[in-house]
Structures are given as structure tokens and as C-alpha cells.
């Protein structure tokens, strides 16, 4: 059975860095999209980036460009976020989720395409 499996996360202040790992069991990420999302409190989960697995063509939420980047390791199965520049809003639950390798550009910010999810890692970010 395929599991995915956060790591990471922590309290840090405002400006900080975090990696976030995530990584599967049960079986590989290969012809995967690989997608973190994130929810705050009250708030709906939202998309943050993604990886093809084949290819390696990431995607980001315009929130997080240029301060966050997605990446990949073959060799360990896993996929890393990392979060520099990190502000308070950026404070949430991350998960991970792994859906179709198929799944085209317009499709890979909806959470109801991802059918594996993590447990999630808290990031708390303090000002």
C-alpha cells in the first residue's frame, strides 16, 4: 500500500528557512506528480508546488515564487520543499500528495486529482 510520509517542519521566525521532506513506501514516485499542498487554520487547503517526477517541470503558487522550491531524489525516493524567506502567513500544515504523471497544467492545483496524502508536517512561522 503506497504511504507518503512528511518531515521537516518546525517553529521558526520570520525570514528562517525550512526543508520539507516527503517520502513513499509501498511503492515509488516514478510517472508521479508530486504536489504540497498547505492549510491554515479556518482556511481551505491550497496548492504550493509540484514536481513531474518524469521530466522534473515544477509548478508554484504565486505566493511562494522565488522563495520556495520543489526538487527531487531518484536515488531516495523523495521529494523536498524547500522554504526560505519563510513570513508568518506562511504558517500551516504541509502535505504531501502524489496523483497521475498525466495530469495536465490546469489540473495540478486541484487537491481532488491526488488520490495519497500524507499526515502532514506543522510550519509555524513566528514575526
Known amino acids: 500500500q503506497e504511504r507518503l510520509v512528511e518531515s521537516g517542519g518546525g517553529l521558526v521566525q520570520a525570514g528562517g528557512s525550512l526543508r520539507l521532506s516527503c517520502t513513499a513506501s509501498g511503492r515509488t514516485f516514478s510517472s508521479r506528480t508530486i504536489t504540497w499542498f498547505r492549510q491554515a487554520p479556518g482556511k481551505e487547503r491550497d496548492f504550493v508546488a509540484a514536481?513531474?517526477?518524469?521530466?522534473?517541470?515544477?509548478y508554484y503558487a504565486d505566493s511562494v515564487k522565488g522563495r520556495f522550491t520543489i526538487s527531487r531524489d531518484n536515488a531516495k525516493n523523495t521529494v523536498y520543499l524547500q522554504m526560505n524567506s519563510l513570513k508568518p502567513e506562511d504558517t500551516a500544515l504541509y502535505y504531501c500528495?502524489?496523483?497521475?504523471?498525466?495530469?495536465?497544467?490546469?489540473?495540478?492545483?486541484?487537491?481532488?486529482?491526488?488520490?495519497?496524502w500524507g499526515q502532514g508536517t506543522q510550519v509555524t512561522v513566528s514575526s
Open positions: 514536481i513531474k517526477w518524469s521530466g522534473g517541470s515544477t
Open positions: 500528495a502524489a496523483g497521475p504523471g498525466y495530469l495536465p497544467v490546469a489540473s495540478i492545483r486541484a487537491r481532488q486529482n491526488y488520490g495519497y
